[in-house]
């Protein structure tokens, strides 16, 4: 089970962590990602990380303004994003898959398990 928390509804400039916590069969190596749908759009592609944490991927739209890192003995990663702007506004979605510590995946279908989604809102 995967649970997001920290949205909320700032201002444009503003910061904001999102986390993301695993619980249940944690015990093996998974890799996570980020993913964002805003009101009539798809779910788009948003941050990825490997179980080790040493590889990364972002989406050019949040690329320098959004990082991925995680804690393992937490069972926890967080998106942290910077210089918020209104299209960041979105319900974010955590995802995770059981993988090699390697591994990376920047696509939904790379995914098995979801969250339910944290719901970020960024005004002028």
């Known amino acids: 089970q995967l649970v997001e928390t920290g949205g909320g509804s700032v201002q444009a400039g503003d910061s904001l962590k999102l986390s993301c916590t695993a619980s249940?069969?944690?015990?093996?190596?998974?890799?996570a990602g980020w993913f964002r749908q805003a009101p009539g759009n798809e779910r788009t592609f948003v941050a990825a990380?490997?179980?080790?944490?040493?590889?990364?991927w972002y989406a050019n739209s949040v690329k320098g303004r959004f990082t991925i890192i995680r804690d393992n003995t937490k069972n926890t990663v967080y998106l942290q994003m910077s210089s918020l702007n209104t299209t960041d506004t979105a319900t974010y979605y955590c995802?995770?898959?059981?993988?090699?510590?390697?591994?990376?995946?920047?696509?939904?279908?790379?995914?098995?398990?979801w969250g339910r989604g944290t719901q970020v809102t960024v005004s002028v």
């Open positions: 249940g069969q944690t015990s093996n190596a998974y890799a």
């Open positions: 990380i490997n179980w080790n944490g040493d590889r990364t």
């Open positions: 995802a995770a898959v059981t993988a090699p510590p390697s591994h990376i995946a920047t696509t939904e279908d790379g995914y098995d398990y």
